[in-house]
């Protein structure tokens, strides 16, 4: 057993004595044979999973995610897919125009606890199991399935048959169980958005037709029966078995195509990145350049946001755009370098925002995508600093992110964070919250709390909930106690509500030989304030003035030219300060000097005195 898997469980037996300390997470055990036919494009599946009741409750029924059912002309994938104002282009009416031999299903043929059949109904994608015996607090159950799927044309990540010619992407290809946690079972049907699941351990064994290179999540346990790079001592019958086994993750993914390079790079620590792809001219030359890329930034990613604590990592192409799975990704490889590096780092920062830190996602998807999406452009200017990859590297890499954001928050069409992912009225609503504004989030509270307490914050949040599912109030407190500030207003604004934030320079005058300034909050969200004043001999002064439902100040990481101030009251719009200069020496003021306030209206922000 490793140390990683160790200690996940005795995080679930704390979780079980010190209730007011650690919250129970459930915990399962797959085991897997699946016989795969790809002239019909189905498989047979036999599969026993093992369930420990680690809840305060007595479960007397269980879910399961069908996913393939989604592909299934009139499924709620295929009616919200036409339905919403602003269609997925990858999805479309796409579904609805699917022939029984496209369509993808699960046709479950027996499901026993012991020796009993039990009985349960489909509910489109999801499969409700009624126990013969329930499973009582602290109880394990073993439940034995039997089923065919067949795998749809990929139209939304999974499916067969891929734009760039990948045979099979086989994400979200099994019953998966639902997770249950406090707040009851979670069983939102799929319509292409995010995914929730309990820990466990994964043993899966793929019949599959030899002429098929295999790559999935966890490690092959035969290499010297299979080939694909691995081994050149592959069997001569007609397939092959390939048998993966993976701890302490919540999915599984593989793909099969018969025409993969699969290169290797062992990093210094041990740690194996796979590389699967099929080459070409363009793919050569990006993919070969690929490993030393990736390997340093894991040094720069480990150092900022915790230890990667897998054996390895896979960088699949397959899918349609990138997506994230546990030790793996698929992402598409007809790229450039710089394309190729970025979406491979968004999906591998998912290594710890959902598969070690794993926020329920159909609640917070900002805290998976759009945490990603920080990290992801933190790296990504790191390697251009570093001229590991080519491009001008940015002051501060999340401007833009800003900026976009800013302009949507202006639209009209912003919903709230706290939004479940698949009910937003638009996918551009949801990509900007989910993406961009869960970005933003990070970005505000570095700009709130300080870079060192913001650094400090971040790796706090990995250490204490890794392997862990938390959520908004989790990582706020977190963030709280790293900067020994109060931040819960900031989360009630920014997750609950689309309130926006505007301050500007209301007026300036002189009095008494001093230089009177007053600010003006225009917006409802109160934030911290930043005011730079230079003056005509050349000195500059950053004027900060704290937020008072704070109970306390950023900590700045250079404190010469920082001139703190009293702090504004939340309920008051105006604010005023004076300095010991008249007007005639000041030559600018420029409230929110690096752009990093999401203030929405900046025309108000700037007054040159400039003669």
């Given at each position: 057993m490793n140390l990683t898997r160790l200690s996940v469980i005795l995080i679930g037996c704390l979780n079980m004595t010190h209730a007011q300390s650690y919250r129970w997470q459930q915990r399962v055990e797959y085991k897997m044979q699946i016989d795969f036919d790809a002239d019909n494009h189905q498989f047979d599946g036999n599969q026993n999973l093992k369930l420990w009741n680690n809840s305060p409750d007595t479960l007397k029924k269980l879910f399961y995610h069908l996913?393939?059912?989604?592909?299934?002309?009139?499924?709620?994938?295929?009616?919200?897919?036409?339905?919403?104002?602003?269609?997925?282009?990858?999805?479309?009416?796409?579904?609805?125009?699917?022939?029984?031999?496209?369509?993808?299903?699960?046709?479950?043929?027996?499901?026993?606890?012991?020796?009993?059949?039990?009985?349960?109904?489909?509910?489109?994608?999801?499969?409700?199991?009624?126990?013969?015996?329930?499973?009582?607090?602290?109880?394990?159950?073993?439940?034995?399935?039997?089923?065919?799927?067949?795998?749809?044309?990929?139209?939304?990540?999974?499916?067969?048959?891929?734009?760039?010619?990948?045979?099979?992407?086989?994400?979200?290809?099994?019953?998966?169980?639902?997770?249950?946690?406090?707040?009851?079972?979670?069983?939102?049907?799929?319509?292409?958005?995010?995914?929730?699941?309990?820990?466990?351990?994964?043993?899966?064994?793929?019949?599959?037709?030899?002429?098929?290179?295999?790559?999935?999540?966890?490690?092959?346990?035969?290499?010297?029966?299979?080939?694909?790079?691995?081994?050149?001592?592959?069997?001569?019958?007609?397939?092959?078995?390939?048998?993966?086994?993976?701890?302490?993750?919540?999915?599984?993914?593989?793909?099969?195509?018969?025409?993969?390079?699969?290169?290797?790079?062992?990093?210094?620590?041990?740690?194996?990145?796979?590389?699967?792809?099929?080459?070409?001219?363009?793919?050569?030359?990006?993919w070969s350049q690929l490993p030393k890329i990736l390997d340093k930034a894991f040094d720069f990613i480990e150092t900022k946001y915790g230890p990667y604590p897998f054996p390895a990592y896979s960088f699949i192409q397959g899918g349609d755009g990138g997506m994230e799975y546990p030790m793996a990704t698929l992402i598409t490889g007809n790229r450039s370098i710089n394309s190729l590096v970025g979406v491979s780092l968004h999906e591998l920062m998912h290594s710890w925002y959902q598969m070690m830190l794993a926020t329920n996602e159909s609640l917070y998807p900002w805290m998976d995508e759009g945490f990603a999406s920080y990290a992801e452009e933190e790296v990504f200017n790191y390697l251009k600093q570093e001229k590991i990859i080519s491009g001008e590297p940015a002051i501060d890499p999340h401007l833009e992110t800003i900026k976009n954001y800013i302009a949507f928050a202006q639209s009209g069409l912003e919903e709230a964070l706290s939004t479940h992912a698949d009910h937003y009225a638009t996918n551009r609503a949801y990509g900007m919250a989910a993406y961009v504004k869960g970005a933003v989030c990070l970005a505000e509270l570095k700009y709130i709390i300080g870079e060192n307490a913001f650094n400090k914050g971040m790796l706090d949040y990995y250490w204490q909930w890794k392997f862990r599912h938390p959520n908004p109030n989790d990582f706020i407190r977190v963030m709280e106690k790293a900067a020994d500030l109060e931040l819960d207003w900031f989360k009630e604004y920014f997750v609950y509500t689309t309130k926006k934030v505007d301050y500007g320079i209301d007026s300036i005058y002189e009095a008494n030989g001093k230089s009177i300034i007053k600010l003006k909050r225009y917006e409802l969200f109160p934030m911290p304030i930043e005011v730079k004043v230079s003056f005509t001999d050349g000195k500059q002064i950053l004027y900060y003035i704290p937020l008072d439902l704070m109970m306390g100040s950023k900590q700045f990481t250079d404190t010469k030219r920082v001139q703190p101030l009293p702090a504004w009251s939340w309920v008051n719009p105006v604010y005023q300060f004076d300095i010991d200069r008249k007007l005639s020496e000041i030559s600018e003021i420029r409230l929110n000097p690096e752009n990093q306030l999401i203030d929405i209206n900046s025309s108000n922000d700037v007054i040159s005195l400039k003669k």
């Open positions: 996913y393939f059912n989604a592909f299934q002309p009139g499924s709620d994938m295929d009616i919200k897919s036409r339905e919403i104002a602003d269609p997925d282009p990858r999805i479309g009416n796409r579904i609805q125009k699917l022939n029984k031999e496209e369509i993808g299903f699960h046709k479950i043929y027996f499901i026993k606890q012991g020796r009993e059949r039990l009985k349960y109904t489909v509910h489109g994608t999801i499969l409700e199991v009624l126990l013969e015996k329930p499973v009582k607090p602290g109880e394990s159950v073993t439940i034995d399935m039997s089923f065919r799927s067949q795998v749809p044309v990929q139209i939304r990540r999974s499916g067969r048959n891929n734009a760039e010619g990948i045979d099979y992407s086989m994400a979200q290809w099994y019953p998966k169980l639902c997770n249950y946690d406090e707040q009851g079972w979670h069983t939102p049907s799929y319509i292409a958005r995010e995914f929730y699941g309990p820990w466990g351990d994964f043993d899966v064994t793929i019949y599959m037709d030899k002429k098929y290179c295999i790559a999935a999540t966890g490690i092959l346990q035969n290499p010297d029966e299979v080939g694909c790079g691995y081994s050149k001592n592959a069997t001569n019958r007609n397939k092959k078995v390939w048998k993966f086994h993976a701890e302490n993750v919540h999915d599984f993914v593989w793909t099969a195509d018969p025409d993969y390079t699969h290169t290797t790079f062992t990093r210094k620590n041990g740690c194996v990145l796979h590389f699967f792809y099929q080459e070409n001219e363009k793919t050569k030359e990006s």
